[in-house]
């Protein structure tokens, strides 16, 4: 685990850039985590994404893959990839600042 400083706040990442966690988290840490991520600007459409992560990993405990992604988002699988090319789910999952979703390699 590695220590972070993420808009004035301590976080703890894992090696892959997840936070270890996800309570340290706050939605005013999402234009610092997406600019890492080299998403800059953040636009609504991001922070509906990210919101929807954030809220299937607080009810079900995981983030959701990038198909259960784009069922819940209704961002279509093609849209989720200009939204975040490098992986919708794992992009979008560092910046909602949970682990990374079951299934993603």
Known sequence: MAAKLVSGVEVELNSEGFFANPKEWSEEMIPELAKAEGIDPVTERHLE????MRHEYETKGSGPSVRALAKVSNVPIKELYQLFPKGPAKQAARIAGIPK???CI
Do not use: E, W
């Open 49 to 52: 994404v990210i919101r929807v």
């Open 101 to 103: 979703p079951i299934g």
